[in-house]
């Protein structure tokens, strides 16, 4: 069973950075594109970006376009999210996962209904 661990969140002032850090494990990692999504309280878990098996093709929600940056290290098994000019619409619980191939301006579609435990970003105004 695929296992990922989620870290890097914490609190940080708006127009702070933060990089977020997803290690996989269980899985031949570079054979699957990951996701990352996030959940705020009240809402819907939505899909924040994705990063194609190489890491040549990369996703974004128009929201955090031009402010974050996926990343992969294939040999290490991890994802990176570097999250700049932080908002406080930002301020959700992140998760990584596998999904299906991604295409532009299509949800991405974790393989997996389970998560793992996240890691929270607050930001404050």
């Known amino acids: 069973q695929v296992q990922v661990v989620e870290s890097g969140g914490g609190l940080v002032q708006a127009g702070g950075s933060l990089t977020l850090s997803c290690t996989a494990s269980?899985?031949?990692?570079?054979?699957?594109?990951m996701g990352w999504f996030r959940q705020a309280p009240g809402k819907e878990r939505e899909g924040v970006s994705c990063i194609s098996w190489t890491g040549a093709d990369t996703y974004y929600a128009d929201s955090v376009w031009g402010r974050f940056t996926i990343s992969r290290d294939n040999a290490k098994n991890t994802l990176y999210l570097q999250m700049n000019s932080l908002k406080p619409e930002d301020t959700a619980m992140y998760y990584c996962?596998?999904?299906?191939?991604?295409?532009?301006?299509?949800?991405?579609?974790?393989?997996?209904?389970?998560w793992g435990q996240g890691t929270q970003v607050t930001v404050s105004s």
């Open positions: 996962a596998t999904v299906r191939p991604c295409k532009r301006n299509q949800p991405y579609i974790p393989y997996s209904p389970d």
């Open positions: 269980a899985l031949t990692f570079d054979n699957y594109y």
